[in-house]
């Protein structure tokens, strides 16, 4: 198991925020873990899509993602579901999903 690094990317709140990820598990269950996981975090195992999000930088090996929630097209778009994806090398991601406006605290 390496440590590795993965930046989140919310375009919506103009924010960039870096989080350590392991690459024995998903991309969701590393960050979930910290308070304020930007990414939505909805079922943890591929079934409810609130996790969408793009790759923007590097390298990842995919468990199996409904197609109800990611077209061929998404996979061509590097889109994929943060809570089924397993990082390879470190990676950037932007969020996809939308938020609430404001936040639940
Ligand atoms: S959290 Fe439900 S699909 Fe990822």
């Known amino acids: 198991m390496t440590s590795l690094n993965v930046t989140v990317v919310d375009k919506a709140k103009d ?5 350590d990820a392991k690459s ?3 991309v969701l ?6 308070v304020g996981s930007p990414i939505p975090v909805g079922c943890k195992g ?12 590097g390298n990842f090996s995919a468990k199996r993602m409904s197609k109800a929630h990611i077209s061929e097209q998404d ?8 809570c089924r994806i397993i990082p390879e090398t470190d990676l950037k991601v932007e969020i996809l ?6 936040d639940k605290s």
Not at 15 to 19: I, K, Q
């Open 15 to 19: 924010t960039e925020v870096a989080f």
């Open 24 to 26: 024995d598990q998903p």
């Open 29 to 34: 269950l590393s960050i979930r873990s910290v």
């Open 46 to 57: 591929g079934g409810c899509g609130v996790c969408k999000v793009r790759v923007l930088e």
């Open 75 to 82: 996979l061509e778009e590097n889109v994929v579901l943060a």
């Open 97 to 102: 999903a939308e938020t609430p406006e404001e």
